[in-house]
């Protein structure tokens, strides 16, 4: 079945430092979304992407969508400590399924 | 306007017990869905429906029973809770997906449960 890929499962970075997470899946996607879960909240939507090669910027992050629509990533420049969280991605082909993951920590 | 709603936020069950968990959206989405988050493994699906009356299996569905009587209300139900159903569960809604996009999809606060 369709299996969307996350990585990686954990990063620590010191405030300021840029951070990048990948989402990767073993089928095309018909779109993707984003979400962040703040530490004990509940996951939050972000962004979603459809269209082959599309990058979407909200203020510090930016989103992609790879040309094959089958990964996509999350990159944010000059981390903040507000910013700390676990970052999913949800591929749809047919039916959402979210990634593992990614757990960000953010050092003042 | 409340968004999606659980109850409880926490519970303890001993094993064999039974529960329900309750979610309720007050935005008229057709799309409901229960999630368990376990430590690591990100979020799985359990049970969706896409409309009153309408119920199907997602990822992880054995052990757990759901209905959907109303647009507004999809509980579900451990019919005897073992240590192994220990997680956070979410209950999220949305509108029926169209074409090539999904609508977002709203989360409630999550429901804690621990079983011993």
């Known amino acids: 079945g369709q299996q969307v890929m996350q990585i990686p499962q954990y990063q620590h970075v010191q405030e300021g430092e840029d951070f990048t997470t990948y989402c990767n899946s073993s089928t095309t996607l018909s779109n993707i979304q984003w979400y962040k879960q703040r530490p004990g909240g509940h996951p939050v939507f972000l962004i979603q992407l459809v269209k082959s090669g599309e990058v979407k910027k909200q203020k510090r992050l930016t989103f992609q969508f790879g040309e094959a629509k089958k990964n996509s990533s999350l990159h944010i420049t000059a981390t903040q400590t507000t910013d700390v969280g676990t970052y999913f991605c949800a591929g749809n082909a047919g039916k959402s399924t979210f990634g593992d993951g990614t757990t960000l920590t953010v050092k003042p | 306007n409340a968004g999606v709603t659980q109850t409880p936020k926490f519970q303890v069950l001993k094993t064999g017990q039974s529960m329900t968990l309750q979610c309720a959206q007050d935005?008229?989405?057709?799309?409901m869905s229960w999630y368990r988050q376990d430590p690591g493994m990100g979020l799985r699906l359990i049970h969706y429906?896409?409309?009153?009356?309408?119920?199907d299996q997602g990822e992880v569905p054995n052990g757990y029973n759901v209905s959907r009587s109303t647009t507004e209300d999809f509980p579900l139900r451990l019919l005897s809770a073992a240590p192994s159903q220990t997680s956070v569960y979410f209950c999220a809604s949305s509108y029926v997906d169209r074409g090539s996009s999904n609508s977002p999809l709203h989360f409630g606060n999550g429901t804690r449960l621990t079983v011993t």
């Open positions: 935005m008229n989405h057709e799309y």
């Open positions: 429906s896409v409309g009153a009356g309408i119920t």
